[in-house]
C-alpha cells in the first residue's frame, strides 16, 4: 500500500512517537536553535539548548502526577506559502492514579514550521491553553 501522508504528518508521526518516548535529544532537534513559545500567559523566545535542559524536568512532573502516555490525535495543516506551513494539533494526554479510572485531557496547539530545509524545524510552538490550568481543575496538579 502506497504511504499517503504529507511530509508534515510524517514529521509530526515522529515529533508525537519522540514525545510519547521521552527522546528528549530527538525531540529538540524538532525545533530550531531558536524557536517562540507562546501561550495564554504571553510568548518569549526559546533556545532549543534550553529547552533541551528542561524537558527532563517536565517529563518527571508529568510522570508524578500520573501521565501515562501523550498521543496525538488530530493534525490539520495549513500551507502559508512554498516554505512555511501551520499546523494545528490535539493531542490526548492519559493519566493514571492509583484508585481511579484513566483520565484523559485534550490539548490543542498550534506550530509554525520551515519545511524549506531538511529535515523541518519548528520555529513557533503555541499551547492554546494553559495544562497545568486544566490539570488543577481536574484534581491532578496541586492548586
Excluded at 24 to 46: H, K, M, N, T, Y
Excluded at 77 to 98: G, M
Amino acid at each position: 500500500m502506497e504511504n499517503t501522508k504529507t511530509p508534515i504528518a510524517l514529521f509530526f508521526d515522529e515529533y508525537a512517537h519522540h514525545t510519547e518516548e521521552g527522546n528528549i535529544p530527538e525531540l529538540a532537534a524538532c525545533f530550531a536553535d531558536s524557536f517562540l513559545a507562546a501561550g495564554p500567559q504571553g510568548a518569549r523566545p526559546v533556545r532549543a539548548s534550553d529547552f533541551a535542559l528542561a524537558l527532563p524536568k517536565r517529563y518527571k512532573v508529568f510522570e508524578s502526577m500520573g501521565c501515562r502516555s501523550t498521543e496525538l490525535t488530530g493534525l490539520q495543516e495549513n500551507r502559508l506559502d512554498s516554505r512555511y506551513v501551520s499546523a494545528r494539533t490535539q493531542w490526548r494526554l492519559t493519566f493514571e492514579r492509583p484508585g481511579m479510572e484513566a483520565l484523559p485531557i485534550e490539548v490543542e496547539s498550534t506550530y509554525l514550521v520551515d519545511t524549506g530545509t531538511e529535515p523541518f524545524r519548528i520555529l513557533v510552538y503555541l499551547a492554546h491553553s494553559d495544562i497545568m490550568e486544566i490539570l488543577k481543575q481536574h484534581g491532578i496538579a496541586p492548586v
